[in-house]
């Protein structure tokens, strides 16, 4: 409960501090993400990131509403005991496809797991990537996005309840929203791969 706890205070505060302040759907505005990613793979981050925005929003326009919505969605599902998200997986297949195999494995790594039945992989967020630098460049800013990286190092990934509980506010900068992009993606995939 403790990590928990302070998993929600980490995103609560932390993740807001990462570039401008005011809420921003704009990759440029993130001066952290400038600093670890080349233009080119920042306009591919830009393919998942659009593509996030749009399975949240569906057939609105991207702003905090949709994802104030998504959050309360993800609370009370959370809170009945079930993770469901609004991303479509063969969509998001198709979205991989336009992306280069280096940014694929600047973001994240496949792990294969084995059971009676069959060898299944999933992904998950690269150790060694580019975007982890990304996530420790804004933890030097940020006090609270460095024990948020720490949490995830120690949990050793990504998992549902890292953000239970959290209260959309509307001001969370681009780099928030990136990250909670790439959080959503990573886990839809680990939900919904088969193979």
Same mark, same amino acid.
């Given at each position: 409960?403790?990590n928990?706890? $302070?998993?929600?205070?980490?995103?609560?505060? #932390?993740?807001?501090?990462? =570039? %401008?302040?005011? %809420? =921003? *759907?704009?990759?440029?505005?993130?001066? $952290?993400?400038?600093?670890?990613? $080349?233009?080119?793979?920042?306009?591919?981050?830009? !393919?998942?990131?659009? *593509? *996030?925005? #749009?399975?949240?929003c569906?057939?609105?326009?991207?702003?905090?509403?949709?994802?104030?919505?998504?959050?309360?969605?993800?609370?009370?599902?959370?809170?009945? #005991?079930?993770?469901?998200?609004?991303?479509?997986?063969?969509a998001?297949?198709?979205?991989?496809? +336009?992306?280069?195999?280096n940014?694929?494995t600047?973001?994240? %790594?496949?792990?294969?797991?084995?059971?009676?039945?069959?060898?299944?992989?999933? !992904?998950? !967020?690269a150790?060694? /990537?580019?975007?982890?630098?990304?996530?420790?460049?804004?933890?030097?800013?940020d006090?609270?996005?460095?024990r948020?990286?720490?949490?995830?190092?120690?949990? /050793? /990934?990504? *998992?549902?309840?890292?953000?239970?509980?959290?209260?959309?506010?509307?001001?969370? $900068?681009?780099?928030?929203?990136?990250?909670?992009?790439?959080?959503?993606?990573?886990?839809n995939?680990?939900?919904? +791969?088969?193979?």
């Amino acid at each position: 409960m403790k990590n928990k706890l $302070s998993i929600l205070v980490i995103l609560s505060f #932390g993740l807001i501090g990462c =570039s %401008s302040p005011k %809420s =921003s *759907f704009e990759l440029s505005e993130s001066s $952290s993400l400038r600093q670890v990613f $080349s233009a080119e793979e920042i306009n591919e981050l830009k !393919i998942a990131f659009d *593509f *996030f925005n #749009g399975e949240l929003c569906a057939e609105q326009q991207i702003n905090k509403d949709c994802y104030r919505t998504f959050f309360q969605m993800l609370n009370k599902n959370n809170a009945e #005991g079930f993770v469901e998200l609004p991303i479509s997986y063969e969509a998001q297949q198709n979205m991989y496809q +336009r992306l280069s195999e280096n940014l694929k494995t600047q973001v994240w %790594s496949r792990k294969w797991t084995k059971n009676e039945v069959d060898t299944i992989g999933s !992904i998950y !967020i690269a150790n060694n /990537g580019k975007y982890m630098t990304y996530l420790t460049k804004c933890g030097e800013t940020d006090d609270l996005v460095k024990r948020y990286l720490d949490e995830l190092n120690a949990a /050793g /990934g990504i *998992f549902p309840g890292m953000v239970e509980g959290y209260e959309y506010h509307g001001n969370e $900068s681009v780099d928030f929203h990136l990250i909670m992009a790439i959080h959503f993606l990573t886990l839809n995939d680990q939900f919904e +791969r088969k193979n």
